[in-house]
């Protein structure tokens, strides 16, 4: 089973829609979470943290299970500038690392 | 201030030939991380180094080694290429290795290794 698991799509999805995306962890004791957002040819950048209440920055909402180990992105009004790839994050201290998920691909259609 | 700095940003090399590719962390950053991002997949961590020590290392052969200097800049190097190490090459610098749960990770635009 992979650490980090994403749908990659793709998804095609109308300008003002409203889109989510799904992830899960394996590993139980991961502490920090977050979602990346990767646009074509260019490196990951942070979008947003994930806490256990939830949290949101404007249109984009995240929301954490630690007892199902999942994460979710809701995109809310997508704006074309949203097409990109959004990477699931997990990290685990002691491991040094973040893991990434394999993306999930999004283009907003006009 | 400059963020990230890779070099080169693209890097054309063939099978059995050795490369070493540089990273230049975010001024104040003591940390630097190494990450491979094969096409269609997400970056896979290969080592973090932390004031000059290796802190970590991913699942990756020996052919693959790095080193941080005292100002902190970073080089990985990769021996004996292989086709399967064609990849974007990813460093990201961070103040303190993320001691902190919730330290950030800043990323350079990479270096682009295509071997053939």
């Known amino acids: 089973r992979k650490e980090v698991e994403q749908d990659p799509g793709p998804f095609n999805v109308p300008e003002g829609a409203t889109v989510a995306f799904n992830c899960t962890y394996s590993?139980?004791?991961?502490?920090?979470f977050f979602w990346y957002r990767q646009d074509c040819r260019k490196e990951p950048k942070l979008l947003m943290s994930?806490?256990?209440s939830g949290n949101e920055d404007g249109r984009f909402t995240a929301q954490l299970n630690r007892a199902s180990q999942y994460i979710s992105l809701l995109i809310r009004d997508s704006k074309l500038s949203d097409s990109a790839t959004y990477l699931c994050v997990v990290f685990l201290r002691g491991n040094e690392k973040l893991t990434f998920g394999t993306g999930t691909r999004l283009t907003i259609i006009p | 201030d400059a963020g990230v700095t890779q070099s080169p940003t693209h890097l054309i090399k063939t099978r059995g030939q050795h490369v070493t590719l540089r990273c230049s962390p975010i001024s104040g950053h003591k940390s630097v991380s190494w990450y491979q991002q094969v096409l269609g997949q997400g970056p896979q961590f290969i080592f973090q180094y932390y004031e000059k020590e290796e802190r970590g290392r991913g699942n990756f052969p020996d052919r693959f080694s790095a080193r941080q200097f005292p100002n902190y800049s970073s080089e990985l190097n990769v021996n004996a290429l292989l086709l399967g190490d064609s990849a974007l090459y990813l460093c990201a610098s961070s103040l303190n290795g993320q001691r902190a749960t919730n330290e950030k990770l800043f990323f350079g635009s990479g270096t682009q290794l295509s071997v053939l």
């Open positions: 590993n139980s004791a991961s502490q920090s």
């Open positions: 994930v806490y256990s």
